[in-house]
């Protein structure tokens, strides 16, 4: 890194570790090793750490830490919602919901599912990048195992009707996850709320690390391990627990409870201003995703002229900001999000996302601001 | 943990972090925290230490940077190599080959084949634990795909003939597996010398920490990923990279490169004494797995007339060890390795895995041997 990094708008890729969170994992990394499996004191202490860590989880979802399984990452959580499911209910039930947004992390099991015969319904977004909870009734089947609906966007950052949707899956028993990698410590995330029967979590979205993520099942429901050996984690999730970063999700999630709903409002002033500062440097800048119904740290913006990559490389110095989902920084092709909104070309080779976080100041939107529209400017020929 | 925790002779459960794994892992805790897939600064950097660290990994093991793919843990590692090759190869081979001692990491993938139709064959073993490479050849057929035989046993620490059982399953193009998250770090691991495909390393086994694991997958082998995603990893294993782990694996693989084969005769020298004091003390005391073929740092004994859960019970101020599998610690029931040994029910009962690793002292010897025999006096009345 250069040694004066520019200034970080790319939350939504991947937080910071909270120094909290790094201070409860430290003597995890040091004196406090033992393998929770184990039965001696080194093991008890650590067994009861990952306890812990479950009941701060849970608590921060609405839910008990029995229905709390860790995963290595989000997207191994997601693998076990859609294809854990699958392998409990398959024999009577194979066809599966999902959305046109979804993150990989769904959107490919879903498609490995449909490569095994099940039968797979995408259901379309409006301009917003907003799903109809109506679109999803109609999609529903007899044999209807499963509706996977994010419940806020990456890219865009639309909050999805998720409770409108579970009501109205388990008014025909229907099964309901949702992919709350994005969402939780930003809004509230209650999975009775919700509704729903299973939930993601990404600890490195809300200031834990990567390399631990969660999945909530609801006590009760249909499902089976994708990996296979020991029985850790309610033998849902086998493989010695990740213990450190476990308690650093602990740790994050007490976090996010106490800071909520404070947390959104402060990361909504932020994300607005810097909103306000494009749009009176740059006629024309338009808004991607929904006006209201979005995270309040999410900026997704079409800067007019421009590719949003040639952009972003012009105000390289000042800003570390993507033109959409980490994971496909390195293609240029329009985002599949945009897309499914039927944003039209020229609009979506402008998108920029730029999302703040807990460590974002005043002083940074203000500097992120100005050379942004200084490099839209040279780039424009304005 | 009580104040003055007991003498860890449970390396083979879980090892400390090394500090200077620890120390390595620090800033990637603290402001280095970019997502590896964003193509900014932060990102970059958290890309190079990521490459970085795959190379060391490399170099520990013999292989180039890019045959390794970093997985949450051994088990994921394992159930990669078994589901992933069976997903490559299952149109036209569906025979798999694992011996009888293998950990639940790979038997219950092995299992979950067999449940969907492939054919299993599980190669017994000897007195002390081997697998003869003429029982594994005998195993083989045209259909097979896959051998996979542990590099050492969890239990025992009985090294295998992988070599042997490579070159034979080799000479009829069937594929080799070997999980080595025991082994690594205390004898060499070089995959040509091995002559595997595939190879599994547990960070937590070698002063790494927990939650990271790798898998070798020699160049041009067949393989395809079991959890679905975005393309991390060489499109293996999907996820944002666990980038403080990862660095964490990488300075414990330069670690282990650097201090061997130093440190295989450190922990021989350390565990043979343990093993002369005990023996000394406690009359009948009879050693379990290969006498010479066995890793260095692994003493599992049976104590005559007590039962190891009831001796460890007695010693538990003293010493944290454990009587199997740290994954089966709850259980009183014989260990399906020395089961699989055709080891007799009393001496079964008896059995004791003591492991010392790197931050083992002569003191703790002492004392730990004192401690076990005055514990097995007290309950055998001697």
Redesign the interface.
């Known amino acids: 890194?250069?040694a004066t990094?520019?200034i970080?708008l790319?939350y939504n890729?991947?937080?910071?570790?909270a120094p909290e969170v790094?201070d409860a994992?430290l003597p995890f990394?040091?004196?406090?090793?033992?393998?929770p499996?184990?039965?001696?004191?080194?093991?008890?202490?650590a067994a009861r750490a990952v306890a812990e860590a479950r009941d701060e989880v849970a608590a921060l979802i609405g839910a008990r830490g029995g229905e709390i399984v860790f995963?290595?990452?989000?997207?191994?959580a997601?693998?076990l919602a859609l294809l854990g499911v699958a392998q409990a209910l398959g024999d009577t039930r194979r066809h599966l919901v999902v959305s046109a947004v979804e993150?990989?992390?769904v959107m490919?099991?879903a498609?490995?599912l449909e490569a095994q015969g099940w039968r797979l319904t995408v259901v379309p977004v409006d301009g917003h990048g907003r799903v109809s909870p109506d679109d999803v009734v109609r999609a529903l089947r007899p044999d209807t195992a499963l509706v996977s609906v994010m419940h806020a966007n990456n890219e865009v950052g639309t909050i999805q009707p998720v409770a409108e949707i579970a009501a109205l899956a388990h008014d025909r028993g229907i099964l309901v996850h949702t992919d709350a990698a994005q969402s939780a410590g930003k809004v509230e995330v209650d999975v009775d709320r919700l509704g729903v029967d299973l939930l993601t979590l990404?600890g490195?979205k809300f200031y834990a690390?990567?390399?631990?993520?969660a999945l909530y099942v609801r006590a009760g429901t249909p499902i089976r391990s994708?990996?296979?050996?020991?029985?850790?984690e309610h033998g849902l999730r086998?493989?010695?627990?990740?213990?450190?970063?476990i308690v650093g999700l602990g740790a994050a999630a007490r976090l996010a409870r106490e800071r909520l709903p404070e947390a959104g409002q402060g990361l909504r002033r932020l994300r607005d201003r810097l909103h306000q500062a494009l749009a009176q440097g740059v006629p024309g800048l338009a808004l991607n995703g929904h006006p209201e119904a979005r995270l309040p740290n999410t900026l997704h913006v079409s800067f007019p002229g421009v590719s949003g990559r040639a952009l972003?490389d012009a105000a390289?110095e000042v800003v570390?900001?993507?033109v959409g989902?980490?994971?496909?920084?390195?293609h240029d092709a329009v985002s599949g999000v945009l897309a499914a909104m039927s944003v039209d070309a020229g609009r979506a080779r402008g998108a920029v996302r730029l999302s703040v976080g807990m460590m974002t100041t005043d002083d940074e939107i203000e500097r992120a601001a100005a050379g942004l529209v200084s490099a839209w400017r040279r780039l424009a020929g304005r």
């Open positions: 890194m250069s990094p520019p970080y790319d890729a991947t937080t910071p570790v790094a994992m990394l040091r004196e406090q090793f033992g393998n499996s184990s039965s001696h004191p080194h093991g008890r202490a995963t290595g990452c989000a997207t191994e997601n693998n993150h990989p992390a490919a099991p498609r490995r990404a490195h690390t990567k390399g631990v993520g994708v990996l296979f050996g020991a029985d850790q086998p493989g010695t627990e990740n213990v450190p970063a972003l390289a570390a900001a993507s989902s980490a994971c496909h920084s390195e």
